[in-house]
């Protein structure tokens, strides 16, 4: 059972971390006050779901044996390119925003 625990705080900790890579990046762009909101929260969320998942881990080491690895790097691969998709999106709707304005 905590074997699934973990993988399960495991995903969510790099959603959450992708998801604070985003609030960075469009703070820095846009310095708007929802997207240091944002980046705070996800700051918190990241904080306290890595606390969960050390806490898991020391409570059960067993658990960490057992993860299938393969799939949680066919899991990390997705969300890097989902990552990058975004990334070229909005490149690409800045471009076409501009270029519009002009």
Not at 13 to 30: A, G, P, R
């Amino acid at each position: 059972m905590s074997q699934y625990f973990l993988f399960l705080f495991i995903i969510l900790l790099q959603i959450s971390i992708f998801i604070h890579i985003k609030y960075i990046i469009s703070y820095i762009k846009e310095k708007k006050l929802k997207y240091l909101k944002g980046f705070l929260i996800t700051t918190v969320s990241n904080f306290f779901l890595g606390l969960s998942l050390i806490s898991l881990v020391m409570l059960a080491p067993k658990s960490i044996q057992n993860i299938n690895y393969n799939f949680l790097k066919i899991i990390e691969i997705v969300l890097f390119l989902v990552m990058a998709i975004f990334i070229i999106a909005t490149r690409i709707r800045s471009k076409l925003r501009n270029q519009s304005q002009d």
